[in-house]
């Protein structure tokens, strides 16, 4: 089962780039990713202006707060009931993952086999 919620996506089908929005289902701070394949990189630095990497052709996943994804626009790209979801309290979102994994797996003294009398 995965711990993503894919939010809006653009396959690189008919573009150079491909693109996902998402959140993972057990973040505790209220963040989306946004993971871009295929990307060209002119300069990437750290905090530290320390150069990492330059050229084409990267994958990178941004990790960004809700309200900087929301300043980039990218909460309109996302239908309003599943931003409205993203925005809610994250314990609420965790809870909810919980719930769904629980219907999933089952107990591990859960008998599979009667248990012999003895």
């Not at 084409?56 to 909460?75: C, F, K």
């Not at 009931?81 to 809610?88: A, F, I, L, N």
Request: net charge negative.
């Amino acid at each position: 089962m995965s711990t993503t919620q894919t939010l809006a996506r653009h396959p690189a089908e008919d573009a150079p780039v491909a693109w996902r929005l998402y959140v993972e289902s057990f973040e505790t701070a209220r963040v989306v990713y946004l993971e871009l394949n295929g990307v060209s990189v002119e300069q990437l630095r750290t905090r530290e202006r320390e150069l990492l990497s330059e050229g084409s052709g990267v994958d990178v996943v941004l990790r960004l707060p809700i309200e900087t994804a929301q300043q980039l626009g990218l909460s309109s790209i996302v239908p309003p009931e599943s931003w409205e979801s993203v925005c809610r309290d994250k314990d609420e979102r965790i809870r909810r993952g919980i719930e769904r994994l629980r219907g999933s797996v089952t107990r591990y003294d859960d008998p599979t086999e009667p248990a012999a009398d003895e």
